[in-house]
């Protein structure tokens, strides 16, 4: 039997990556860098990259994540130079009125010709909205029917020659959006770990991304998510992310691990966690308390995968066979090292083990 697993690329949009260390490499986000990784993740047969939207670093001594690219102008200039790869840009809908997002989606959709799709963030992170009076009080308890209103208004800018709506949060009169896309809309993609985020999925995309610092927390959130969207009559794909230190043996990356621990940054990994707690959402919530492990707390956001070449193929087969995954997104800490070693060392293993590797048409078409 073929399996299939659709490989994807985490763009640092952000200085330094992943790693809230001080002996992890270091580099400042630029387009040429990601270019660069673009072009070898096509080389090599990953299907897609996504560049998330930040707007706002977390201090301590190495400056974690000052630098940030914006993610649609980014994408964009990626999608013209290039070819074939799948493109998923982030948007949060707190910080763009939908009218104005929609032309620009749709003008993505032109360059890209019909490579991009779009993810969708309701704003988890207070602070970067904050700082530009752009959170409302209590937004956390709507941002999901905030968003999913203005979704419904980009959504039929993308599809009807005139929108007139009188919505809770939008007004709009005879709003025209030309050109429309070229099939109609983008694909739509959220990245979330809560219930209310697995249920908007389920209504409106057609991927699911999650994070997650177990290995069986993300086989769960995956077949939890496919099940929410069966309970709709619909199918969404699954991805998740993957921190990876790949050494030529397990006791190599254990070592690199270690000389990653040693520099961890202490006053960054206390910025980050004082923050969440101070949100106190229950998304929030829950991710320090899996967080409490400290290898989880030196890597933002994903689960490390720490091993050579056999410990990371198994794992990638147990995710996409017993938890269902469709895709799974990598973040290395030298991104162009990183999937130069992925692909001499991980990709022949999960070969012989009967994988391919499906192609940028595999992904996204619009929900
Ligand atoms: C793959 C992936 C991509 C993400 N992309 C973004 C992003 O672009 N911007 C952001 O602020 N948060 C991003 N996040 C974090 C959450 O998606 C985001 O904070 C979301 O609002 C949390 O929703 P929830 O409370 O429903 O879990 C990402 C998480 C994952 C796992």
């Known amino acids: 039997m073929v399996k299939r697993v659709n490989l994807g ?3 640092p949009v952000i200085n330094d990556g992943w790693i809230i260390s001080k002996t992890s490499p270091k580099f400042m986000p630029s387009f040429a860098l990601n270019r660069d990784i673009c072009e070898s993740a096509r ?16 201090g301590g001594e190495i400056d974690f994540w000052k630098y940030q690219l914006e993610s649609m102008t980014l994408m964009t200039g990626l999608a013209a130079v290039v070819p074939d790869l799948h493109m998923i840009a982030s948007i949060s809908p707190a910080l763009i009125h939908p009218a104005v997002f929609a032309k620009m989606a749709a003008t993505m959709d032109d360059v890209a ?53 009188d919505g809770t949060y939008f007004t709009l009169d005879d709003c025209q959006s030309f050109p429309h896309p070229r099939r109609g809309g983008l694909p739509v993609v959220c990245a979330t770990s809560s219930e209310r985020g697995f249920a908007f999925i389920a209504a409106h995309c057609t991927d699911g991304f999650f994070g997650g610092t177990t290995v069986e927390a993300k086989k769960a959130r995956s077949l939890r998510i496919k ?34 621990l040693d520099g ?11 923050l969440r707690a101070r949100e106190k959402t229950e998304a929030s919530l829950a991710i320090l308390e899996e967080r409490k492990q400290e290898d989880a707390r030196l890597f933002y956001g994903g689960l490390p995968v720490i091993g050579g070449p056999e410990t990371v193929a198994a794992l990638i087969e147990e995710l996409a066979v017993d938890g269902g995954l469709d895709g799974i997104m990598f973040i290395f800490p030298d991104f162009l090292i990183g999937l130069a070693r992925f692909n001499d060392l991980v990709m022949p293993l999960l070969r012989q083990r009967g994988f391919d590797f499906g192609t940028p048409a595999d992904l996204g078409l619009p929900g």
């Open 43 to 58: 080389r090599i047969g990953f299907s897609y990259v996504f560049a998330m939207g930040k707007w706002r670093g977390f």
């Open 9 to 11: 690329v985490f763009l």
């Open 264 to 274: 961890a940054d202490q006053e960054a990994i206390a910025n980050i966690y004082n």
């Open 113 to 165: 010709g019909g490579r991009i799709g779009i993810n969708i963030v309701s704003a988890g992170n207070r602070d970067e909205y904050a700082q530009m009076g752009l959170f409302p009080e209590n937004f956390e308890q709507y941002r999901y029917d905030y968003t999913e209103e203005w979704l419904t208004i980009v959504k039929r800018l993308w599809s009807e020659d005139s929108v007139t709506f």
């Open 227 to 260: 099940e929410v969207a069966a309970e709709r009559g619909r199918d969404v794909r699954t991805h998740t992310l993957i921190s990876l230190v790949l050494g030529d043996t397990d006791e190599e990356a254990q070592r690199i691990h270690r000389h990653y």
